[in-house]
């Protein structure tokens, strides 16, 4: 866990969802890889995606992605769905700019008191 204190304006937020969009594609495939392997090996069935040595690899692929999100200071709210949320500042109050799977770009604020429920547009 990093605890610089980065704060992040809007643009860093995007620029930097922009620039990890592989990496959070990634995450998502694996994500649902793992949740039918899972599946799959929960109820004893061939699975396509292998077996116990696989599952290993996914989680471990999937810990190095969210490790580099976390590197990188953003905050990892929710695995699933994907909810990220970033530092910044708005109007001299503290915000954290929210990014949540499936927007296209970060176009979401909250007060940090006031999480999810408090979500508006930028």
């Not at 704060?7 to 860093?12: H, I």
């Not at 930097?16 to 994500?31: F, G, W």
């Not at 970060?106 to 547009?121: I, K, N, Q, T």
Request: hydrophobic share 45%.
């Amino acid at each position: 866990m990093h605890h610089t204190g980065d704060v992040f304006t809007l643009a860093q937020a995007r620029h930097l969802i922009a620039t990890l969009r592989p990496r959070i594609d990634e995450l998502i495939v694996l994500r649902a890889d793992l949740a039918e392997l899972r599946a799959d090996l929960a109820a004893g069935v061939e699975s396509p995606l292998g077996g116990r040595a696989e599952l290993k690899a996914f989680e471990a692929r999937m810990y190095g992605v969210l490790e580099e999100l976390n590197a990188h200071d953003i905050q990892i709210k929710s695995v699933a769905p994907l909810l990220l949320d970033f530092a910044g500042e708005r109007d001299g109050r503290p915000v954290l700019w929210c990014w949540l799977e499936g927007d296209e770009s970060v176009s979401w604020y909250h007060r940090l008191e006031c999480g999810f429920p408090g979500r508006r547009p930028v």
